[in-house]
């Protein structure tokens, strides 16, 4: 696994793949998969979600397909917002950062998304979350991050 994956250390029982059984040596969003199926996964699964990450306990679900990778991390996977520290993150390890100028505006300084997660989206959503604060909160945006600036010149303009 990369780096950027969350992990669960588990001194007692080993982690394996929830798809092929294979050692896992840490989790990804809560979830034991190896990097072979998680790059397997398809483009797009028929019915949404293999594993249900609303409980405590992650089972596989039965489907009559396997999920996408986008899928798979969808449920577990919600943008949270940290005000204090300037930053919209996900739990695999994808983030917006921002600061807060005294001028009744935020500007978006940095945007990440994992390697494995890159071309879902995923930045996308974040851009939308923090336009989305800002709004709300009656602040302009603007951006240092290149992602950013295209991305609000693209929809905001």
């Given at each position: ?26 989790t ?6 190896c ?48 005000t ?74």
């Amino acid at each position: 696994m990369t780096s950027s994956t969350s992990s669960e250390p588990n001194s007692t029982t080993p982690l394996t793949c929830i798809d092929c059984g294979a050692p896992v040596e840490q989790t990804m969003a809560g979830i034991a998969i190896c990097d072979d199926c998680l790059s397997t996964r398809g483009a797009c699964c028929q019915e949404f979600g293999a594993v249900d990450l609303t409980k405590e306990e992650t089972k596989p679900r039965a489907y009559n397909s396997p999920a996408c990778a986008a899928h798979l991390f969808e449920e577990a996977d919600a943008i949270q917002h940290i005000t204090a520290e300037h930053r919209f993150y996900t739990a695999s390890g994808a983030r917006l950062d921002y600061v807060r100028l005294a001028t009744e505006e935020i500007k978006i300084t940095h945007t990440f998304v994992p390697k494995h997660l890159r071309g879902k989206g995923i930045a996308a959503q974040l851009m939308q979350a923090a336009i989305q604060y800002a709004d709300q909160a009656r602040l302009q945006v603007s951006a240092s991050c290149d992602y950013a600036q295209v991305y609000l010149k693209r929809y905001r303009s």
